[in-house]
């Protein structure tokens, strides 16, 4: 951000204290106590849960300090401030950039109309461990979906302008490979290459950056054994030089202060040197009284590293316009949700919907009776995790579907015990299936077992819901599973008992109308998997863009066209015994990355590209080559098809992912209409970061590239590309004559 001269006269004017004081954020404390903070120089505070209370505190930083600087007013705004939308890995199940740069601008609209100007969205961590709780707060697995999500939410929250009364800061976290944390346990270590660093955990962090985000959040883990919060290489290094990051870095919930139990400290003074000398600009937690300001003093941190931490907060304020005007109309809070809102995240809640499969059961054909059962029957808890309690809830499924089909003969057998060890219900529900035209069972995980500091080891569903799916597959009575769930789960032990499985995810305040849209047919759940579902605990991480093992699993041991090693292959691969597999699973996920359907059925035409060959030159040089594919819609309803465009990069001086997405689209298509897809391809989809110890640049190598294309990883036809022309050098291996 561009320091005004506003700004820098403030940094010339401010003592040692009064900078201090701008490079911390504190926790919610009491009003009297948060006054009393600002009075005393704090420049950052969480929302003080009003637009009145945000109001009188930034009167006391405006009115009651020396130099008058307007606060930060930071919020975990994650998925929804009053008006709560899917969870995030949901939203990235529409695979519609479009929906989350929506409600992402919904969020920050409620927010900022309370007094928030700050939030610590979106979560831009790939992750490939359903046993990682926070992986409901990303985007799932893939490193382009979520770079493109990341984007879109970033300029939701942003807008075109900070200084907007319905924009709020962005914060993409946690910076970096947050999501890959060993054992899948949460605040653990992570141990990643620079080849996967470059390659997978950086890249939707550059596209943020890319997109303007304000600030970038420090994650809680190490990398290579340094703390991240600690880590000068990463945070000033990669983000601030080498990629221009103007922004501000803020530091995860006591971060600093965690830099003690890590090891690397010996006090906070300490740990506070160390993370502003790396790059930190923000401290997160803790109690001002607690840091004396000689904790700056030129012979513990270089007094230029404190002007420019001082630099990019208040740029960032000035950019909020919080300078100009630091308050809100309180008579215009949104407190409650609008017609309009609610509308918005009903639609998201359906659009995120993926039909893993489906015998015909949905949607739903006029029944009579409707046997409702499993937890989440009359449940209101779809909002998911990280929502606060002042956000508007969420109704039960029964009453949705009693309200929208007075007609129907809905039953409810309850089901909350069926999440412990509760047997009891199994047989009333049993009796009811018998008596039933249809049973809709609704099973999952609470919202409280998926998000910060719920990892779990085992992934199937909480209590006896497997017995209960059982018990009603044996009635014979027609049934469909809808999962509501922050995480892929394993679902190996009842998947072939379920005719007809949804998974719906937490869908936020209106989750249960966009739930019973979905079953009456009403809206087309054509979402995809962003996150492969596994077959075991055991078998995570399973992800679809694995690099190539040089002895992949495939029939006969050797790779084909069709299954490529991507997790495509049938049980009797498992035999070949010299193989990369385990001995007693079958092959692959359970359910792909991008698995998915929906009510509408689609024919696909052939994929045409416009060149079949291209010189590397014109593709460094910034050509664009184009693919495009028809799709039909065969059926006798409107409905939404997704096509998939996966890059294999055929003999590199590495060995690469078996495929990996680089474009992907989603449209909505009436009955027997045919739509021309068309998709980009050039340097960036065709590259990867070359690492070596010179360092790393990102390359394009000559030679044949399959461009794969349709609705899912299982089912896509490869047309190819050869890229001509001589490397420019690549250190790879030693001599290696390329």
């Not at 059982?470 to 789960?489: C, K, Y």
Request: with cysteine; proline share 6%.
């Amino acid at each position: 951000m561009f320091a005004s001269p506003r700004v820098r006269a403030l940094v010339d004017e401010m003592t040692v204290a009064e900078k201090l004081g701008q490079l911390q954020i504190v926790f919610r404390p009491r009003a009297d106590d948060a006054a009393k903070l600002v009075r005393e120089g704090i420049g950052s505070v969480f929302w003080p849960r009003s637009a009145a209370a945000t109001n009188a505190l930034q009167r006391v930083a405006v009115e009651e300090t020396r130099l008058g600087v307007p606060l930060l007013v930071g919020l975990d705004v994650i998925h929804g401030q009053r008006t709560i939308a899917p969870v995030p890995l949901a939203q990235a199940a529409s695979f519609d950039p479009v929906t989350v740069e929506r409600l992402a601008r919904l969020a920050a609209t409620e927010a900022r109309s309370g007094g928030a100007n700050w939030t610590f969205s979106p979560m831009l961590d790939v992750s490939r461990d359903p046993r990682w709780g926070r992986a409901v707060e990303g985007f799932g697995e893939d490193v382009h979906l979520t770079a493109e999500m990341g984007r879109a939410m970033v300029r939701g929250y942003q807008g075109a302008s900070l200084a907007a009364p319905d924009a709020i800061a962005a914060t993409a976290k946690h910076f970096v490979a947050y999501g890959q944390p060993e054992g899948g346990r949460d605040y653990d270590a992570a141990d990643v290459s620079e080849h996967r660093l470059r390659n997978v955990h950086l890249e939707p962090f550059r596209a943020a950056v890319d997109a303007g985000t304000a600030s970038v959040m420090a994650s809680f883990n190490t990398v290579a054994g340094r703390p991240m919060h600690a880590n000068r290489r990463l945070l000033t290094g990669v983000l601030k030089e080498e990629w221009g990051f103007d922004g501000v870095v803020v530091g995860d919930a006591d971060g600093v202060r965690n830099l003690i139990p890590h090891g690397v400290a010996a006090d906070l003074a300490d740990a506070v040197r160390l993370a502003y000398s790396a790059g930190l600009d923000i401290e997160m937690g803790g109690t001002p009284g607690e840091l004396d300001p000689s904790v700056l003093a030129p012979e513990r941190l270089a007094p230029a590293r404190i002007d420019d931490a001082v630099t990019r907060v208040l740029a960032l304020k000035e950019a909020l316009g919080l300078f100009d005007d630091p308050y809100v109309p309180e008579a215009d809070e949104r407190i409650e949700p609008t017609d309009d809102s609610r509308r918005m995240v009903r639609e998201a809640a359906a659009r995120a919907c993926v039909l893993l499969k489906n015998d015909g059961t949905l949607p739903l054909r006029e029944p009579r009776r409707v046997l409702l059962t499993g937890p989440y029957a009359e449940s209101t808890d779809h909002l998911g995790a990280w929502t606060q309690s002042f956000a508007a809830p969420a109704r039960s499924i029964a009453d949705e579907l009693r309200e929208r089909r007075p007609e129907v003969d809905v039953r409810v057998v309850p089901g909350v015990g069926f999440l412990d060890d509760d047997v009891s219900g199994i047989a009333d529900a049993v009796a009811a299936a018998r008596d039933a035209d249809v049973v809709v069972l609704l099973a999952g995980e609470p919202s409280s077992l998926s998000g910060e500091a719920a990892s779990r080891s085992d992934l199937r569903l909480p209590g006896r819901q497997a017995d209960l799916i059982r018990a009603i597959a044996a009635t014979a009575t027609p049934f469909a599973v809808v999962l509501e769930n922050g995480r892929p789960l394993v679902v190996a032990d009842w998947i072939d008992d379920a005719p007809t499985v949804l998974e719906a995810w937490h869908g936020g305040t209106e989750a249960s109308a966009a739930i019973v849209d979905v079953l009456l047919g009403d809206a087309d759940p054509a979402g995809r998997l962003p996150m492969s579902f596994p077959r075991s605990a055991g078998q995570v991480p399973v992800y679809y863009a694995h690099e190539r093992t040089g002895r992949p699993a495939a029939t006969g041991g050797t790779l084909t066209e069709t299954s490529a090693d991507v997790g495509l292959h049938g049980p009797d691969n498992v035999h070949e015994k010299y193989t990369s597999k385990y001995l007693d699973l079958e092959l692959g996920p359970q359910f792909a990355f991008g698995h998915g359907s929906g009510y509408a059925s689609f024919a696909h035409g052939r994929p045409r590209l416009d060149r079949e060959e291209v010189a590397l030159g014109e593709v460094e040089g910034g050509a664009r080559l184009t693919i495009t594919i028809d799709a039909t819609n065969t059926s006798d309803r409107r409905g939404d098809e997704v096509l998939l465009v996966f890059v294999e990069d055929v003999v590199a001086s590495i060995a690469p992912p078996v495929r990996r997405l680089v474009a992907f689209e989603r449209r909505t298509l009436d009955a027997g209409e045919t739509a021309t897809f068309s998709f980009e391809i050039g340097e960036r989809e065709l590259g990867f970061w070359a690492t070596d110890a010179a360092g790393a640049r990102f390359a394009v190598e000559p030679g044949l590239f399959r461009l794969h294309v349709g609705p899912t990883l299982e089912r896509t036809q490869a047309v190819e590309l050869r890229v001509s022309g001589r490397p420019a050098s690549i250190t790879t291996l030693e001599g290696d004559p390329r």
